[in-house]
């Protein structure tokens, strides 16, 4: 079945550094990727996506870059701020499907 | 516009009980959907619809259900609540309609089943 992992469950940096966040996948089929952030205690908010025909979309300060060669796909945060600190997961469609997996979610802390 | 809506935003439930947790959106979006987010594992979709009168199951259906009677509402019943069934739930829409776009979530429904 379809199975997406997180590299590292937390991710300290200080501020104005970038982050890398990454995420592996198992569906080679996979065709249509999200990055949401969660903050503590409210819904997911999308952040930014990517379909399976590009490698790299940018966005306000994140870039999301998927390799489907090895099946990856990272988020990067430039200049990360304190408002950024948040669970940050990855979620994606198999190819057909209406049902999305969803990653566990990585810890983002951001100190001043 | 308010968004997402859900209501309510706690509650406490015996096994066995039912209840309805509310849903509402003012996007005029066709797609909507149910998670659940449990401690250590990601969302996992309930039930979903893609327009007003059709609704069809997700990765984790049993022991809810949905109707889509309009554009706007999507309610999630529980009909005989288990402890299984704590949880913080979500309620998401989006303007693409087969929930492959950005998906706008409510705040939560934080559910606790004794």
């Known amino acids: 079945g379809e199975s997406v992992g997180l590299h590292l469950p937390t991710l300290s940096v200080q501020e104005g550094d970038n982050s890398i966040i990454n995420c592996a996948y198992s569906n080679s089929a996979s065709d249509y990727f999200i990055w949401y952030k969660q903050e503590s205690g409210k819904g997911p908010q999308f952040i930014i996506d990517i379909r399976s025909n590009m490698d790299k979309r940018q966005g306000q300060r994140v870039t999301v870059l998927l390799n489907k060669t090895v099946k990856h796909l990272s988020l990067q945060i430039a200049a990360t701020q304190p408002g950024d600190s948040a669970v940050y997961f990855c979620?994606?469609?198999?190819?057909?499907?209406?049902?999305?997996?969803f990653g566990r979610g990585t810890s983002l802390i951001v100190h001043p | 516009n308010a968004g997402v809506t859900q209501t309510p935003k706690f509650q406490v439930l015996k096994t066995g009980q039912s209840m309805t947790l509310q849903c509402a959106q003012d996007m005029n979006h066709e797609y909507m959907s149910w998670y659940r987010q449990d401690p250590g594992m990601g969302l996992r979709l309930i039930h979903y619809s893609v327009g007003a009168g059709i609704t069809d199951q997700g990765e984790v259906p049993n022991g809810y259900n949905v109707s889509r009677s309009t554009t706007e509402d999507f309610p999630l019943r529980l009909l005989s609540a288990a402890p299984s069934q704590t949880s913080v739930y979500f309620c998401?829409?989006?303007?693409?309609?087969?929930?492959?776009?950005?998906?706008?979530f409510g705040p939560g429904t934080r559910l606790t089943v004794l």
């Open positions: 979620a994606l469609f198999g190819g057909g499907s209406y049902i999305p997996t």
């Open positions: 998401a829409s989006s303007f693409v309609s087969t929930g492959k776009g950005e998906q706008f």
